[in-house]
């Protein structure tokens, strides 16, 4: 329409991406898990447009972690074109699926070490 991809379908990506990655690398079953991801902040930088039929590539990584919460970083780019197209952030709370709250243990064990692996600046351990 305005030959160029509308604000929300960056969003959609964004949100794509990172539910494609907690299931397949963090046990996450979004249907049934006993926690689940609700995005509580979300923002984007564009900095140039991506239009039809142009294809989108996104890099995820993990900014940071906390103990039930998690802030995400997303980059659009253009297939074959150098530079980033745009930049989100999303945060996430993981919450019990039976109270909508998060737990009080925090996030399960194995969706923490699935995020750890693409955390930016990982805690260094002391020796």
Do not use: W
């Not at 906390?66 to 945060?91: D, H, M, N, Q, W």
């Not at 699935?114 to 955390?119: D, F, V």
């Amino acid at each position: 329409m305005y030959d160029h991809m509308n604000n929300s379908i960056y969003n959609f990506l964004y949100d794509s991406v990172i539910n494609t990655y907690l299931m397949q690398n963090c046990e996450l079953d979004p249907p049934t898990g006993s926690q689940y991801g609700m995005v509580v902040h979300s923002h984007n930088d564009y900095f140039s447009s991506i239009s039809f039929p142009a294809c989108a590539e996104l890099a995820l990584r993990v900014n940071k972690i906390g103990k039930s919460s998690v802030t995400y970083e997303i980059a659009l780019f253009e297939k074959s074109v150098e530079g980033v197209k745009s930049v989100g952030e999303f945060v996430q709370v993981f919450v019990d699926r039976a109270t909508g709250r998060p737990s009080a243990t925090g996030m399960k064990t194995t969706l923490r070490e699935g995020l750890e692996r693409i955390l930016v600046n990982p805690p260094t351990s002391k020796l």
